[in-house]
C-alpha cells in the first residue's frame, strides 16, 4: 500500500473496519479496489553504471 496516496488510505479504512465486523467479502472488494487504481509511485531513475570518460 501507498501511505502517501489518499485513495489508498480511502478504501484501507472501511476495509479494516469490514475485516473487525467479520465481513470478509466486503474487505476483499475494498482491496480489489485499492489494488486496481493507478497509485502515483515513485520512480528513481537509475544511473548508468561506471562510465569510461
Known sequence: ???TCPTC???AAPR???RRAG?????TDYEVLRR???APTVHIPRQPEGRAV
Open 16 to 18: 479494516g473496519q469490514a
Open 36 to 38: 486496481r487504481h493507478p
Open 9 to 11: 488510505r480511502h478504501y
Open 23 to 27: 465481513d470478509y467479502s466486503e474487505a
Open 1 to 3: 500500500m501507498n501511505d
